[in-house]
């Protein structure tokens, strides 16, 4: 089963048991509830895209393993031609879910691994590489979502990891035995994690010595012993809960992310890919965040793209289209947003080839890409808002505008272009409001800012990979300085 | 093997409604032919190749290899003539006979 359709992936969900905490409560069925659902509706169009000739080009790869057809979410990148796939296929999704759909994280974390473990092999004589060879076929055979877990809790940040009241604060090994390890501690913001078959868990960060039981990494069932999930609650989002769709925005599709917590969970060694070896923690985070930061150069484009479209479609219903200042904005916001996907699409074309075979994105364009990230999309929001006007988020619900009585009220008072109903208006403008205020804004604002690393962790990047040397000698040749 | 294939690119942010233009096409030439979107790998007499955009990221050798002869539609362009999106079910359909010179395209089959 090389592509899972979308409804066996939804079913191949149904047979996990994952412990999730959601509102207090244990959730006994994740993929029904009203509050998940629509995060795992995102994920599973990466499965019905990849089903449909209009989109295959994009969604799926040619495995370098055994040429077979798979999603490219569970691809390794062969060639710059594939980097530029991934970030056109992310648009293209961030088009036609308007949310976070995902599965990023799991396709970044192979192809950073892949690399990593590859070099770990090569300098230390471990088998870390043909053990993550042996996953990724499985992942591939069987079209696997895979949560990519890297962000711990982190405590203090003041403090490394083995000097932090807790150590469970970040996600260690706490016992060696002959048949595996057993580790403990948590990762927080987890992407798409209860919509996950596997997790493919990494150190948050560059270890010393003295954190060598930080330095972890391994892949595990999403359901296994000892692993629980803790939802993450979003702006707005027990309106889903109202029976309401137009106040909900985007009723179809959404993210979610939850805190995951390993509570003595035992990794058997074959599922082990990093244990103690920390000189090599640095680079694993370093690509999987490079990855990660070429990925908003795709998917947060996607839903910019939707968010210009409400915004037009908001001025047209506001009968503001014709307003040369309306026009201006929209071009701003198309500007912006544009901008964004050339910083995706050069850092993908600027790639390179590593010693495992895989491609990497180039690095300092990728951070340039993601700090870009870190500010367009939130100037992209305001002028949506600017745009839209302050009914967006003074508007009366749905039950008002369904109420048999106060219904005309609502249908006279928010009407805006006679000819266009007000019930578009208010489905427009809640989509607006989903997006920039709403659940989905969790993606597109907050995430834009920290995930894939905060906007300084670009800046250290950027000034390391800056060439700044360069350009000072290129300075004093045209000063004609000599020393 | 089938006569006329159809490739579609994988439609990131695409200038003109590509299933439409192709449901055009196939209106048009309903008594002549059938067409055939790509699955697989299967080889065609001749191809057309649908991209949203004038970039044509699908126009790739391998592609190419699955026909003797394509029809490109890029944005709003068939085979790099600028063409009015109206217009171009009824331009490709026009190429489409030209090449197959008013012979049966099954029977070439």
Not at chain 2, 58 to 68: F, Q, V
Request: hydrophobic letters at 40%.
């Amino acid at each position: 089963m090389a592509l899972m359709t979308g409804e066996q992936y939804e079913d191949s969900l149904r047979k996990l048991n994952m412990k999730v905490y959601l509102l207090g409560e244990i959730v006994k069925n994740p993929v029904d509830h009203p509050i998940i659902r629509p995060s795992m509706n995102s994920v599973k169009l990466t499965y019905e895209l990849a089903q449909d000739p209009q989109y295959e080009d994009l969604m799926t790869a040619t495995s370098h393993i055994n040429s077979g057809k798979i999603n490219r979410f569970c691809h390794l990148h062969q060639s710059t031609d594939d980097l530029v796939k991934k970030v056109k296929m992310q648009r293209l999704l961030g088009q036609k879910s308007g949310a976070c759909f995902q599965r990023c994280v799991g396709m970044d974390a192979i192809n950073a691994v892949d690399s990593v473990t590859f070099e770990m092999d090569r300098k230390l004589g471990t088998e870390y590489h043909k053990r993550f060879n042996k996953f990724l076929l499985m992942m591939q055979e069987e079209d696997l979502t895979v949560d990519g877990a890297m962000t711990d809790p982190k405590g203090d940040r003041g403090l490394p990891p083995h000097k932090q009241a807790d150590p469970d604060l970040f996600v260690r090994i706490a016992e060696r035995r002959p048949e595996g390890i057993v580790v403990r501690g948590a990762k927080a913001h987890q992407t798409g994690a209860i919509n996950s078959h596997w997790i493919l868990v990494m150190p948050t960060m560059t270890m010393g010595k003295e954190d060598a039981d930080y330095a972890v990494s391994f892949v595990a069932p999403a359901d296994a012993e000892g692993i629980s999930y803790i939802y993450g609650r979003q702006s707005c989002d027990t309106r889903k809960l109202e029976g309401s769709p137009i106040d909900v925005g985007n009723r179809q599709f959404g993210g979610h992310e939850a805190l995951m917590v390993f509570d003595n969970v035992f990794i058997p060694w074959e599922n082990v890919l990093m244990a103690g070896e920390y000189e090599f923690s640095g680079a694993l985070v370093e690509r999987f965040a490079g990855y990660h930061r070429q990925s908003y150069g795709g998917c947060k484009v996607g839903v910019g793209d939707v968010l210009i479209g409400a915004a037009a479609l908001a001025a047209d219903y506001n009968g503001a289209m014709k307003a040369s200042h309306i026009k201006d904005k929209l071009i701003e916001m198309m500007h912006l947003n544009e901008t964004l996907y050339a910083c995706g699409i050069a850092c993908s074309a600027e790639g390179s080839k590593t010693a495992s075979g895989n491609y990497l994105i180039n690095m300092l364009l990728a951070n340039v890409c993601k700090q870009n990230v870190t500010r367009y999309p939130y100037e992209i929001a305001r002028l949506a808002e600017d745009i839209a006007g302050g009914l967006m988020v003074t508007m009366a619900s749905e039950k008002d505008f369904r109420h048999p009585e106060i219904g005309k009220v609502v249908e006279k008072y928010f009407r805006g272009v006679a000819t266009v109903p007000t019930e578009s208006r208010m489905r427009v403008l809640r989509l607006i409001e989903n997006i920039t205020l709403g659940t989905a804004a969790v993606g597109y604002r907050t995430e834009s800012m920290h995930g894939a690393g905060s906007p300084q962790a670009q800046r250290i990047m950027i000034a390391r990979q800056g060439n700044l040397e360069q350009k000072k000698s290129l300075a004093k040749a045209l000063a004609g300085i000599k020393e | 093997m089938k006569c006329v294939g159809v490739k579609y690119c994988g439609g990131c942010n695409p200038h003109i409604e590509r299933s439409k233009f192709v449901d055009e096409l196939k209106k048009i030439l309903a008594e002549e032919m059938h067409l055939t979107v790509c699955r697989g790998q299967e080889k065609w007499e001749l191809g057309i190749l649908v991209c949203g955009c004038a970039t044509a990221c699908a126009d790739r050798p391998e592609i190419r290899e699955l026909a003797p002869e394509w029809i490109l539609v890029a944005g709003p362009n068939v085979d790099i003539e600028p063409t009015p999106v109206a217009e171009m079910a009824r331009v490709v359909a026009l190429k489409i006979r030209k090449y197959f010179g008013g012979r049966d395209p099954h029977e070439v089959a």
